[in-house]
C-alpha cells in the first residue's frame, strides 16, 4: 500500500519559513518525480514544486520561484519543502504527491498517481 504522510505545516508570520516533510512508504522515490501541491480555500489545487529524483532537478511554479526548495532523501524516502519568505497568499493545505513526470505536477491540474491527505499552511499577515 502507498501511504504519502505530511507533517511540518503550521501557523506562521509573513516573512517567516517552514519546513514540510513527508514519508512515504509503498513506493520508490526513484520511480517517481516526487512534488507537492497545494489548495487554497476556495481555489483549485495546484502544482508547486517537483523533483526528478533520477537527476535531481528541481522545478517550481512562478508563484514560489526564489522561495520555496525541494529536497528528496531517497534512501529515507522523505521528501522535504523549505518555504521561506512566506506570504499571505500561500496559505493553503500542501499535500505531497508522486507522478511520471513533472507535467503532471506542475502543468495544469495536478494528475499525480498518488497524494496524501496534507498538511495546513496558515501564514498571517
Known amino acids: 500500500e502507498v501511504q504519502l504522510v505530511e507533517s511540518g505545516g503550521g501557523l506562521v508570520q509573513a516573512g517567516g519559513s517552514l519546513t514540510l516533510t513527508c514519508r512515504v512508504s509503498?513506493?520508490?522515490?526513484?520511480?517517481?518525480?516526487m512534488g507537492w501541491l497545494r489548495q487554497a480555500p476556495g481555489k483549485e489545487r495546484e502544482g508547486v514544486a517537483c523533483?526528478?529524483?533520477?537527476?535531481?532537478?528541481?522545478y517550481y511554479s512562478n508563484s514560489v520561484k526564489g522561495r520555496f526548495t525541494i529536497s528528496s532523501d531517497n534512501d529515507r524516502n522523505i521528501v522535504t519543502l523549505r518555504m521561506d519568505n512566506l506570504k499571505p497568499e500561500d496559505t493553503a493545505v500542501y499535500s505531497c504527491?508522486?507522478?511520471?513526470?513533472?507535467?503532471?505536477?506542475?502543468?495544469?491540474?495536478?494528475?499525480?498517481?498518488?497524494w496524501g491527505e496534507g498538511t495546513p499552511v496558515t501564514v498571517s499577515a
Open positions: 523533483i526528478t529524483n533520477s537527476r535531481g532537478t528541481a
Open positions: 509503498g513506493l520508490r522515490l526513484d520511480d517517481h518525480v
Open positions: 504527491a508522486a507522478g511520471p513526470n513533472p507535467y503532471t505536477i506542475l502543468a495544469g491540474p495536478p494528475r499525480p498517481n498518488y
